[in-house]
């Protein structure tokens, strides 16, 4: 079991890559969505109008801001070029169930890739809450099941427990954006 969630949290990892607003501030982490040159994080890791981003082999990209929902939390960016890392495999958050295992990836206080472990409390419209430890550096990145499947991205912490936007809601934001096709 331990050699099977080391592979499906590398996935993960691959797809995931640091965030810096084009202030030099808002570090936080993104994940590649869809296509290799999307990446979506949380809109609060992001005020300017471009971002860099930096992935796991050290390339830097000067990304646009595409979209921004401060509501909802979430962005939208377009890189350059090609991203270096694959698309993330997208999870059902509608499916998810209390009791079931997720983890986190992102660069939390500047530990690159790092990864927290939790459990679903429950899944709403607006968020789904685990108790894992999310800390300056996860927001934007992603929340993901057993399965490797990216069910959430990671917004903030209320009363110790982890919330993440569903991915039901970060489709329907990508659709709205004209980044994702219906």
Do not use: Y
């Amino acid at each position: 079991m331990t050699e099977a969630f080391a592979a499906v949290a590398a996935l993960v990892r691959d797809s995931t890559a640091r965030i810096v607003d084009g202030r030099g501030r808002g570090a936080g982490a993104c994940i590649v969505w869809g296509d290799r040159r999307t990446v979506v994080t949380s809109a609060h890791v992001v005020r300017g109008l471009r971002a860099a981003v930096q992935f796991r082999d050290g390339s830097w990209f000067e990304a646009r801001i595409k979209e921004r929902d401060e509501q909802v939390d979430l962005a939208v960016l377009r890189l350059p070029d090609v991203a270096p890392a694959p698309p993330c495999a997208v999870g059902d958050s509608a499916t998810l169930r209390t009791g079931e295992f997720v983890f986190a990836v992102g660069d939390p206080l500047g530990l690159a890739g790092a990864i927290s472990t939790g459990i679903v409390q429950r899944r709403g419209a607006r968020f789904v809450v685990a108790d894992l430890c999310l800390l300056p550096g996860n927001s934007g990145g992603p929340l993901a099941d057993a399965r490797g499947g990216v069910v959430g991205i990671n917004s903030m912490v209320a009363n110790g427990l982890a919330l993440a936007i569903p991915s039901e809601v970060v489709r329907s934001f990508l659709r709205a954006a004209g980044t994702l096709a219906a």
